[in-house]
């Protein structure tokens, strides 16, 4: 008797394929969005990966297509409206469509509520929460037109539960999960979803700043005494990977999450329980 099953219940297996659809990934320059940008392509979309850091970019493009997969880059601040527009616009005009759209670029600024200057604040909503409904709008637009599509949001497990000196960021985050919600009702009955995948810690770029020096070097103490307190308290005893949020994108962005929209997915070893 052959041990490979050919059993492939509803077709889900495919469901998780993305092939021929175009994608385009916000912060595909590093951590979680260079990770979904790889799943993606994995999974079979062509992938534009879109980063203000155009460099970082081109690193995620160029190990994608070195790896057979399908992809370009496009140099973008999202916090700039019109070149957002842009690229949503010249990905359909060169693909002839727009399948998926992650917003995953986000930054940090950190400090005490009561201590925060208003320029701190006006560049986190910029890249954070402007960013995002810059994405959402213009995605949208492509997306109905088109009669089908997904966008997938980074939120936070900061939303649900809130740390010190973060709270510009948490409200960022806290604002990405109701303007998903509020988009995936406005544009669910033209075909489109829009969802959340709100992160535990992941060890990134964004959270490599208490530990990694200025020469890129790792502080492997303050690394440990970081992390440390963070695995114990988590239920699943462990801090996020990238493809653990990687996989959670794919899954929102691909058929197989077909009849979810307006969700907050959170993968994060059970932090918060909402
Ligand atoms: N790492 C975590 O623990 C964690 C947890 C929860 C949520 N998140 C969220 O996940 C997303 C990705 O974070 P990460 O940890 O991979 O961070 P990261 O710093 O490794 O990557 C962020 C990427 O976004 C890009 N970026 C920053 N500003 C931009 C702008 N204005 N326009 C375009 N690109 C810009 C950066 O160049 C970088 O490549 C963020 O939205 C973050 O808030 C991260």
Redesign the pocket.
């Known amino acids: 008797m052959s041990t490979e099953s050919t059993v492939d219940a509803f077709g889900l297996a495919g469901a998780f394929r993305v092939d021929g659809r175009v994608a385009v990934v ?2 595909a ?5 260079r990770a979904s940008a790889e799943a993606l392509a994995g999974a079979g979309a062509h992938v534009v990966c ?4 155009a460099s ?1 970019a081109e690193a995620t493009a160029e190990g994608i297509t070195a790896a057979g997969g399908s992809a370009e880059v496009v140099g ?4 700039d409206r019109h070149a957002v527009e842009r690229t949503a616009a010249g990905t359909v005009e060169r693909h002839g469509s727009l399948d998926i759209w992650c917003n ?4 940090m600024v950190e400090g005490p509520m009561v201590d925060t200057a208003e320029e701190d604040l006006d560049r986190i909503l910029a ?2 929460l402007k ?1 995002v409904y810059f994405g959402c709008q213009s995605a949208a637009r492509a997306m109905v037109a088109q009669g089908r599509g997904s966008i997938v949001n ?5 939303a649900d539960a809130p740390s010190p000196g973060i709270s510009a960021y948490a409200a960022c ?1 806290a604002a990405v999960v109701q303007m998903t919600r509020s988009l995936a009702v406005e544009v669910g009955r033209a075909g489109v979803r829009a969802n959340a995948v ?5 060890l ?4 490599g700043r208490y530990f990694v020096r200025p020469d890129g070097t790792v502080d492997e103490a303050m690394r440990d005494a970081v992390v440390e307190p963070l695995r114990r308290h988590a239920p699943l005893r462990r801090i ?1 990977e ?1 493809e653990d949020i990687a996989a959670a994108v794919l899954y929102l962005a691909s058929d197989a999450s077909s009849f979810v929209t307006g969700q907050v997915i959170r993968p994060n070893g059970g932090v918060a329980m909402v």
């Not at 973008?76 to 916090?79: E, F, Q, R, T």
């Not at 990134?204 to 959270?207: E, H, I, N, P």
Request: glycine fraction near 22%; hydrophobic fraction near 50%.
């Open positions: 916000t912060g320059g590093s951590g979680i969005g879109a980063d203000v850091v970082s973008l601040d999202v916090a995953i670029a986000g930054i890249v954070n960013g980074a939120s936070s497990a900061a985050k709100a992160p535990g810690f992941v990134t770029g964004m959270t996020g990238v």
